[in-house]
């Protein structure tokens, strides 16, 4: 049997502000947009909340499949990233329902608010995944490892039906999955990290 789902919470971490706009579609320097991307962060500081659940497993590649605790599916993507490796953690990160309710909100009210908060939680969730895999890093002394997320490869979303409950996810950070496999908060990612 694989060990309990665990949790951990981080402190905000710093903000990308070229991230940010690069997430908004801004091609340029994003000159006339910063006092609004200020008030956003402004307006946005205090409603999001960083939290990872995640559970480490042990992994099995063959071919074209992989293991992960008790998970088994096809994935020639996934068993290329892991090689090797025997032991990993599955987890999953948000920040909450803050962003969304800034978002809805603002859909209504200022569409380029909206599209800077939508952008701005996109930099949120990665930053936050970016904090966690560092600290897996440091706590077995690699290099910060890279991950990978349904969506990407042949890695299909659907994948997300057993990943949350394994990663206890509604408990630890109240997620939920929707149509489409796509997840509530929508700033919420799940990954695979291959450890050693």
Do not use: W
Request: aromatic share 8%; with cysteine.
């Amino acid at each position: 049997m694989t060990s309990p789902a665990l949790f951990c919470s981080f402190p905000a971490p710093p903000v990308n502000r070229k991230a940010i706009l690069r997430f908004a579609g801004e091609r340029g320097d994003g000159e006339e947009i910063l006092p609004l991307l200020e008030e956003c962060l402004r307006e946005a500081e205090g409603t999001l909340r960083f939290g990872v659940s995640y559970r480490p497993l042990p992994l099995a590649v063959t071919e074209n499949a992989v293991s992960a605790g008790p998970l088994s599916f096809a994935s020639r993507d996934l068993a290329r990233f892991i090689g090797s490796k025997t032991e990993g953690v599955l987890f999953c990160a948000s920040v909450g329902h803050g962003v969304d309710r800034l978002i809805s909100r603002y859909g209504r009210l200022s569409p380029a608010k909206a599209l800077l908060f939508q952008a701005l939680g996109a930099e949120r969730v990665e930053a936050l995944c970016d904090a966690f895999c560092e600290k897996l890093g440091m706590e077995y002394g690699i290099p910060t490892p890279p991950r990978f997320s349904p969506g990407y490869g042949d890695l299909p979303l659907s994948l997300q039906r057993e990943i949350l409950p394994l990663a206890e996810a509604g408990k630890y950070l109240g997620v939920s999955l929707g149509e489409g496999f796509l997840m509530s908060p929508t700033k919420t990612v799940t990954a695979f990290v291959a450890l050693r």
